[in-house]
């Protein structure tokens, strides 16, 4: 019998409204043009459990949860996708894109909210064992070209973090600068600035090596 490999851990991170959601559905698609199987997903949320999480993250009132408290329910939430989404996926040879996964608890709760990176990965080992992506795709765009295609879609909630002030988003955009820095490897930073399918381009450009 012929083993199929395990399939390839892609995510999509940075800050709000750079196209991740759009990129994640245009990348999807290229890739099953490739024959390839493959899973979209999202943080937090993906699995039932995570997803009522993510309510409780995006639309309790104010200031409902203290950084720490908010952290461990970030770490809650990717324990029960990752266990009963991501890995199955995986091993049964799929690729799996999701949007946002560990990075993002690094750069907000981390660089946002001033938890320490270790104690962040601390949570990460306990919940899903670690479990690193085989490529992160850092999507970058100017704050004010984010800001404008966000006012553009006026009909969705703002969410707790969308509502955060100007100085907190800018930390978040530095760290998740910082964290790509020290891993190049793993991520990739991509200029999200452009038409979507140029933005595509670029995107598999940088998963050429793990096609
Ligand atoms: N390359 C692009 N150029 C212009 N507008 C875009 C582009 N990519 C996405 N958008 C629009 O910008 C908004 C935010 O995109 P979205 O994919 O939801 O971002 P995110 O998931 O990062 O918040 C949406 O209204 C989307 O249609
Ligand atoms: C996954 C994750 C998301 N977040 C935040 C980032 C976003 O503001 C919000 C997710 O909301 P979402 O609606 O998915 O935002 P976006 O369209 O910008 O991706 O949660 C964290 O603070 N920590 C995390 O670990």
């Known amino acids: 019998m012929i083993m199929k490999g395990r399939?390839?851990?892609?995510?999509?991170?940075?800050?709000?409204?750079?196209?991740?959601?759009?990129?994640?559905?245009?990348?999807?698609a290229a890739l099953r043009e490739r024959g390839l199987t493959v899973v979209e997903t999202r943080e937090p949320g993906g699995s039932r459990g995570a997803e009522a999480i993510r309510e409780l993250l995006l639309h309790s009132e104010g200031d409902a949860w203290s950084p720490r408290a908010e952290a461990l329910l970030f770490a809650a939430a990717r324990s029960d996708h990752v266990s009963r989404v991501i890995t199955p996926a995986l091993e049964a040879g799929q690729w799996v894109?999701?949007?946002?996964?560990?990075?993002?608890?690094?750069?907000?709760?981390?660089?946002?909210?001033?938890?320490?990176?270790?104690?962040i990965m601390t949570l990460h080992?306990?919940?899903?064992?670690?479990?690193?992506?085989d490529r992160t795709l850092l999507l970058r765009l100017d704050?004010?070209?984010?800001?404008?295609?966000?006012?553009?879609?006026?009909?969705?909630?703002?969410?707790?973090?969308?509502?955060?002030?100007?100085?907190?988003?800018?930390?978040?955009?530095?760290?998740?600068?910082?964290?790509?820095?020290?891993?190049?490897?793993?991520?990739?930073?991509?200029?999200?600035?452009?038409q979507p399918d140029e933005v595509t381009g670029r995107l598999l450009a940088a998963l050429a090596d793990l096609l």
């Not at 080992?125 to 992506?133: D, K, N, Y």
């Open 7 to 28: 399939g390839r851990f892609i995510t999509l991170e940075g800050g709000e409204g750079v196209g991740k959601s759009t990129q994640i559905r245009a990348l999807a």
């Open 143 to 194: 704050v004010d070209v984010a800001e404008a295609r966000r006012s553009a879609r006026t009909l969705e909630r703002a969410d707790r973090f969308e509502d955060r002030q100007a100085a907190f988003h800018t930390k978040v955009v530095a760290a998740f600068d910082r964290i790509a820095e020290a891993e190049p490897q793993r991520i990739r930073r991509i200029d999200a600035d452009g």
């Open 125 to 133: 080992r306990i919940g899903s064992e670690a479990l690193l992506p």
């Open 97 to 119: 894109l999701c949007d946002r996964f560990i990075d993002s608890t690094r750069a907000y709760q981390g660089g946002g909210s001033g938890l320490s990176d270790e104690d």
